[in-house]
């Protein structure tokens, strides 16, 4: 379905469980967006995603019904609720005894600016965060501050490179470090996927439209209601 914040908690976990332990020995790692509510949810989210043998997950900063990462219309939450959101993850890692990585990441970018996504990052591994990943990078040069900002603290820096979308791409000979899911990049063949398949294309194929068309008309005939027009 479309990135709207439909997939619930524990529609995530059985998936993560699944592919978890396909192969125990490849580890993985987990989207578990908002946490799903509250710090206590953010704490039972994580608690079963070390049951799940989930390697590590990414924890963000927007609001529960959140959104894509490269969409329009993203909202965050403040700074303060996006900390008790990575402190509780802290906090279950350390009383289970896990390994567990824990990757602090921002949408604030599109929200707030550059600085403050930094800023939200920084202090969210000041909380214990391992990792960071700042969502939906424009330019070159926002990349490169950004690793900057971490380099040489032995916190990794994650860059989602995802195709058709308006975040900056890395060419074959930026990038230091070619994972497998970057092959095909390395080997010159990233035209092979056309550049206006982007999420936004994709999420219309899985009914975002009509998802987003079922809200305007609920909103309408609230606001009808309370007009005394219904």
Not at 49 to 72: M, P, S, W
Not at 105 to 116: I, K, Y
Request: proline share 2%; net charge negative; aromatic share 6%.
């Amino acid at each position: 379905m479309a990135d709207l914040g439909l997939t619930t908690q524990t529609e995530m976990v059985d998936t993560a469980s699944m592919i978890a332990n396909v192969d125990p020995k490849t580890p993985l790692i987990a989207d578990a967006d908002t946490g799903y509510g509250t710090a206590a949810n953010v704490a039972r989210t994580v608690e079963r995603y070390i049951a799940a043998g989930v390697a590590g997950f990414h924890l963000e900063d927007q609001v529960v019904t959140k959104k894509c990462g490269h969409l329009k219309g993203k909202e965050c939450v403040s700074l303060g609720e996006y900390l008790t959101r990575i402190k509780a993850a802290v906090e279950v890692r350390k009383r289970r005894g896990s390994d567990i990585v824990i990757i602090a990441r921002t949408d604030s970018l599109a929200t707030h600016g550059f600085d403050e996504a930094l800023r939200r990052l920084k202090a969210a591994v000041k909380c214990g965060a391992d990792a960071v990943f700042l969502e939906a990078i424009t330019t070159k040069e926002q990349l490169s501050t950004y690793c900057d900002a971490f380099r040489g603290t032995g916190v990794a820096t994650l860059h989602n490179l995802v195709q058709g979308s308006f975040g900056f791409k890395l060419t074959p000979k930026e990038a230091e470090h070619i994972t497998k899911a970057l092959r095909a990049l390395k080997e010159g063949k990233e035209e092979e996927y056309p550049e206006e398949v982007g999420p936004s294309l994709i999420f219309q194929v899985c009914g975002m439209n009509e998802i987003q068309e079922f809200d305007r008309e609920v909103s309408d005939w609230v606001q009808a209601s309370e007009s005394g027009d219904a």
